[in-house]
């Protein structure tokens, strides 16, 4: 690699760190036309199918995350203090795993390991491809007002992010009310 080649790579990471923190890389999929709104959604434990208009009147996080990503698992705790702070004012969180057929069985001990109270769902690949696209790193959080439109999107997660995610948040339900 020329040096020229490797100032551009540090400046790229490090851009990258210090505007939203660290994310992990998924393999990205061929492009593909995203799906009509609200036609696709999640599997839930027991089978049960979920989709964004299900929750229409409350704020929605959706995650997007697999258990085996570093900045996934640092993510996870402010997660869930975020359920608890903010529940009783109408947030839900929806964490969706995207870590592959593996990383499916290994949900339920992630969700002991962090106290996790809010849902933990499989996305619709479709799903995965209307919301992700071709930026497939994650954690990727969604923050979606009480009508069912998109607020922000989060990519990655450190710091910065998480203090922007807050002020999202309780942005999101204050004007929802």
Not at 44 to 71: E, H, M, N
Not at 122 to 141: A, H, R, T
């Amino acid at each position: 690699m020329k040096n020229g080649t490797k100032i551009k790579l540090a400046v790229v990471i490090l851009a990258a760190v210090l505007i939203g923190g660290s994310a992990c890389h998924r393999p990205q999929p061929a492009a593909t036309n995203p799906p009509a709104a609200n036609a696709f959604g999640w599997e839930l434990d027991g089978g049960q199918r979920g989709r964004i208009s299900d929750y229409k009147g409350k704020v929605l996080l959706l995650d997007f995350y697999a258990t085996w990503c570093d900045p996934c698992r640092a993510e996870t705790p402010h997660l869930v203090e975020l359920q608890q702070r903010y529940a009783s004012q109408g947030l839900q969180i929806i964490g969706l795993n995207v870590g592959g057929e593996d990383d499916h069985a290994e949900v339920p001990a992630f969700a002991k390991e962090f106290g996790i109270q809010y849902p933990l769902a499989i996305p619709d690949d479709e799903f995965v491809d209307q919301y992700l696209g071709l930026n497939q790193n994650i954690p990727q959080s969604f923050i979606i007002d009480r009508q069912g439109r998109v607020v922000k999107r989060f990519v990655g997660f450190g710091e910065a992010s998480a203090q922007e995610l807050d002020r999202v948040v309780e942005s999101t339900l204050a004007q929802s009310q």
